[in-house]
C-alpha cells in the first residue's frame, strides 16, 4: 500500500510540475511549428511553379517541334514541285521547238514543189509564138483602087454604095471606111446604116461594111481580127462576115460574085478597153482570092450607128 501511495505522490509531482512549466518555452514551441510550416509551403509552391513551367514548355516543345518539321517537309515538297514544274516546262518549250522546227521545213518544201518556173515558162512560149504568128501572117493592107463603103447589104446579095454625111446609108466624113484600113488604131470607121445620127433603133449600123481589092493581088486569107474604136462599146461589131472574090472592080457590086468565108463573132465580146484589137478569129480556107468584102450583122448593144477602127486580115 505505501508502494502504491508513493507513486500516486511521484505522477502527481510531474503533472505539478508539468503544469508548471515557463508559458514563454510553450509560445517559442507554437512559433517554431509556424515557421517550419510556412517553410514546408513555400517549398511546395515553388516545387508547383517548377512543375507548371515544365509542363508548359513540353507543351510548347510538343507544339512547335512538329509545326517546323511540317513546315520543313512543305518547303521540301514546294521545292521539289517547282522544280519538277520547271523541268516540265523545260521539256514542253524544247518539243514545241521541235515542231515548230519540223513545220518550217514542211512549207519550204512545199515551196519548192510548186512549179512556178515551168509554168512561167510554159507562157512565155505561147506568148512567143502567138506574137512571132501575127507578125508573120498579118497581111498589109495595101488596096489598089479605092475601099468602098456600103449598107443594108446582106451575105451574097448586092452592095449598096455608101456616101458621106448624117443621114440614112450615110458615114461621116472624116471617118471613112478607108480608116478601118489605114493599120492606125486612132482612126476609125463609123456608119448609120438605115439611120440618122442620134437614131437609136435596133437596126442603125447593121448591115453596113466596105469592100476592096488587094494591091498585090491573089491572097489566101484564113484569119480575121477586128479593134474597137474610142469611145462607146455599145457600137462595137459583135457578128461579121468576110466574103472572097475574083472579080474586077465593076462586079463587085454584085453579090454572086462573092464566096461566104466567115460568119461569125467578132471576138470583141469580152472586150471592154478602147482602141484595142480581140483574138484572130480563124476559118477554113483554101481558095486565095484579090477581093474581100467585110459586113458587119451585130452589135454590142442598141445605138446609132456601128463603129470599129481596124480590120485586119491574116494568113496563117
Known amino acids: 500500500m505505501n508502494k502504491i501511495t508513493v507513486v500516486k505522490e511521484n505522477l502527481h509531482q510531474i503533472h505539478d510540475s508539468n503544469s508548471t512549466k515557463p508559458k514563454s518555452i510553450i509560445k517559442t514551441t507554437t512559433e517554431e511549428q509556424n515557421t517550419s510550416s510556412c517553410c514546408r509551403n513555400r517549398k511546395r509552391k515553388f516545387f508547383f511553379v517548377i512543375l507548371i513551367v515544365i509542363v508548359v514548355l513540353a507543351i510548347i516543345t510538343g507544339i512547335l517541334i512538329p509545326t517546323v518539321i511540317i513546315r520543313q517537309d512543305k518547303s521540301q515538297s514546294i521545292s521539289i514541285t517547282t522544280t519538277t514544274r520547271t523541268i516540265a516546262k523545260t521539256t514542253t518549250t524544247r518539243t514545241i521547238a521541235k515542231t515548230t522546227t519540223t513545220r518550217t521545213i514542211a512549207k519550204t518544201t512545199t515551196t519548192r514543189t510548186i512549179t512556178k518556173t515551168t509554168t512561167t515558162r510554159t507562157i512565155t512560149k505561147t506568148t512567143t509564138k502567138v506574137t512571132t504568128t501575127t507578125e508573120k501572117d498579118l497581111i498589109k493592107l495595101v488596096v489598089k483602087n479605092k475601099v468602098n463603103g456600103i449598107f443594108n447589104t446582106t451575105i451574097g ?160
Open 157 to 316: 446579095g448586092n452592095s449598096m454604095k455608101s456616101t458621106p454625111g448624117k443621114d440614112i446609108g450615110n458615114y461621116i466624113d472624116k471617118e471613112s471606111p478607108d480608116k478601118a484600113c489605114d493599120g492606125n488604131l486612132k482612126t476609125k470607121y463609123v456608119s448609120f446604116g438605115g439611120c440618122r445620127e442620134g437614131g437609136n433603133q435596133k437596126y442603125c449600123g447593121l448591115n453596113t461594111g466596105f469592100y476592096f481589092e488587094l494591091e498585090r493581088g491573089l491572097t489566101l486569107i484564113n484569119g480575121i481580127r477586128i479593134c474597137t474604136a474610142n469611145d462607146r462599146r455599145e457600137r462595137d461589131p459583135m457578128i461579121v462576115s468576110l466574103e472572097g472574090s475574083n472579080q474586077s472592080e465593076a462586079n463587085l457590086t454584085l453579090g454572086i460574085s462573092w464566096t461566104l468565108l466567115y460568119n461569125d463573132t467578132s471576138g470583141l465580146e469580152n472586150i471592154t478597153a478602147r482602141n484595142v484589137c480581140g483574138l484572130p478569129q480563124l476559118f477554113n480556107n483554101t481558095i486565095e482570092y484579090k477581093s474581100y468584102r467585110f459586113l458587119v450583122h451585130a452589135r454590142q448593144n442598141q445605138s446609132d450607128c456601128v463603129q470599129y477602127s481596124e480590120v485586119q486580115l491574116y494568113s496563117f
